[in-house]
């Protein structure tokens, strides 16, 4: 009797592979800590309240591969201590069109300000943030200015509906590296809200 293997397609197994790969990245990689207020899944959007932390931010002048070398310099050693700071995710940027381009990277929770060393670029700025209580829309695939966008308009509209106060500018938030496959990628839409405009069973 012989016994027959099934047989895959290369590109699947290169596939499974990434997924593999992937799952153990994102959960080796710290992300910000929140509490879940409370959540709408039918529209992918949750109510979050963040804790404090600290970000390390630069100018997107030109292009945004420079900001993102530019802050990856620094954890990498770029700094006065020559210390390697561990990546962490998201990485935030400012929606296209908003007056300041900006893209951040959050510092490891284990960081108080005081025990980061000082960039030796100028162009990077550590700023502490407090805690706040956000709106949030998340999406996969491609976060391309016009998806991003498209995701945006949806969040605005359900703050509308709910009467929630939006206090600050939204940001553009992605959890995966740049070779990730599409269908893999997290992308999140978060934007302040003013905790009084809660509904008090939510405050």
Sequence with gaps: MSIRFASFHPVAIVIAIVIVIESVDVAATEEPRFELIDRW???????????????AVTRMDTAENGGFSTLAGYIFGGNTAEQ????????????????????????P?????????????????LRPMSGYVAAVIAFSGRASASTAE???????EFLEESNLEAVG?????????????????RNEIIVPINRDSLPETKT
């Design 41 to 55: 899944p039918d529209k992918n959007i949750e109510l979050r309240e963040y804790d404090a932390r600290i970000l």
């Design 84 to 107: 390697k700071i561990a990546m962490t995710a998201p990485v935030q940027t400012s929606m296209a069109g908003s007056a300041v381009q900006e893209m951040a990277f959050v510092m």
């Design 109 to 125: 929770s284990q960081f108080a300000e005081s025990d980061l060393p000082e960039p030796n670029d100028p162009a990077i700025d």
């Design 150 to 156: 498209t995701h945006w308009k949806q969040l605005r």
């Design 169 to 185: 500018p939204p940001t553009l938030n992605q959890y995966n590296p740049p070779w990730t496959l599409p269908f893999l990628r």
